[in-house]
């Protein structure tokens, strides 16, 4: 009798995990079904170098988005064409033109000097615009592009098309979590710190490598974010070169800004384009009622223990795989907004308002004094 009952129980457990594993397939095949018949997003990408590579992959792996083609003028868009079974083209006009689709949107990855072109041609055609910051090279610049596409209708929505600006702290599940779990009271300090990773080669430093556009922006357009109620007062920066080739040229690889707040509340923030250890990201917001801290995700979780000491793993390598999920966030939220109209979370005055605390910090460390902000 036990036997049989023990017979019983196996039968039983094994019918069970049979139908637990068929009611697995069907809610994948379901999902799978639903998400085919729902709206995809038609994003075209302009910009097959490193980071359209990484946009790429993402584009391609979200369920609601066709990833429909790749422009690049310098005909180097051949490896994801392939790579992603997609069109290559040598330029935005021949692929709107050219696309059997009704094209939603663009995200573009070239340098900064070739976004107000692409933006405007991309808003002719109907399409809203995805670009990394910073929109234009001056603030005067972006407002002109934000007026100036304001006129055009979206191809498929009844709205204007939208020009979407990225920054991607806004969009990185640790520093969403110290926007919205700790309450640390009002703002007393806050310590930034960026540790670029591996070194840019010295191409990229001479024609593009500005430390306070390229690396500062992020982190003052989040602190900013943070402390919304306070605007900054004054900005005092300080650079420095690290070989003759870089100091020749004017361009600095470290420094260090300070952000006055209304209120007496401090920020400050050091750059570097050579932290030999790994991508090294943290930021520390100090209050009346606390401290909430963002500190570095390591390549992985091991700690080994021995007679030497205690030896744990690198950080992340870069910020491709640091800021992984945010990129991925971004993209989705884009999708959101071709989609389904979500205003998109970064504004026009949010981009004027981080490009003048950016350019106050390039005059800043020019002129070696404290440059006072105007309240727009």
Avoid at 131 to 147: F, G
Avoid at 196 to 209: K, N, Q, R, S
């Amino acid at each position: 009798m036990m036997q049989m009952q023990k017979c019983k129980i196996l039968i039983d457990s094994y019918i069970m995990m049979k139908l637990a594993s068929l009611r697995n397939r069907w809610t994948h095949s379901f999902e799978r079904y639903s998400a085919q018949n729902e709206p995809r997003a038609q994003i075209l990408l302009v910009g097959a170098g490193r980071m359209g590579q990484i946009r790429a992959k993402i584009l391609h792996s979200n369920p609601r988005v066709d990833l429909c083609g790749v422009v690049d003028t310098a005909g180097k868009g051949g490896d994801l064409a392939s790579m992603y079974r997609i069109p290559e083209y040598q330029s935005l006009k021949e692929a709107c033109e050219r696309q059997a689709r009704i094209l939603d949107a663009v995200v573009v990855c070239t340098p900064t000097h070739s976004h107000s072109e692409v933006i405007l041609l991309a808003a002719s055609y109907g399409l809203d615009t995805f670009v990394e910051k910073p929109v234009a090279e001056s603030a005067s610049a972006i407002e002109d592009l934000y007026k100036r596409i304001s006129q055009y209708t979206h191809s498929t929505r009844s709205r204007p098309v939208a020009l979407c600006c990225g920054f991607q702290r806004r969009f990185d599940p640790s520093y969403q979590a110290a926007m919205t779990s700790a309450a640390v009271g009002k703002p007393i300090t806050a310590r930034i710190f960026f540790g670029d990773h591996p070194v840019p080669p010295i191409e990229f430093l001479l024609t593009g490598g500005d430390i306070f556009m390229d690396l500062a922006a992020h982190d003052v357009d989040y602190i900013t974010h943070v402390w919304k109620e306070y605007r900054v007062e004054s900005v005092f920066a300080v650079a420095s070169a690290s070989s003759p080739q870089l100091a020749g040229a004017g361009v600095q690889d470290h420094a260090t800004v300070l952000l006055q707040f209304e209120g007496g509340a401090v920020a400050s923030l050091f750059l570097s384009r050579s932290s030999v250890y790994g991508y090294d990201q943290r930021c520390e917001l100090f209050g009346t009622e606390g401290l909430v801290s963002i500190g570095n995700i390591p390549e992985h979780s091991t700690t080994i223990h021995n007679k030497i000491g205690s030896h744990g793993a690198l950080w992340q390598h870069s910020f491709p795989q640091r800021f992984e999920h945010a990129f991925a966030n971004e993209l989705d939220a884009l999708v959101d907004t071709v989609l389904l109209d979500e205003p998109w979370p970064v504004s026009l005055d949010q981009c004027l308002y981080v490009q003048s605390i950016v350019d106050a910090a390039q005059r800043s460390a020019s002129s070696g004094k404290v440059v006072r902000l105007t309240a727009r």
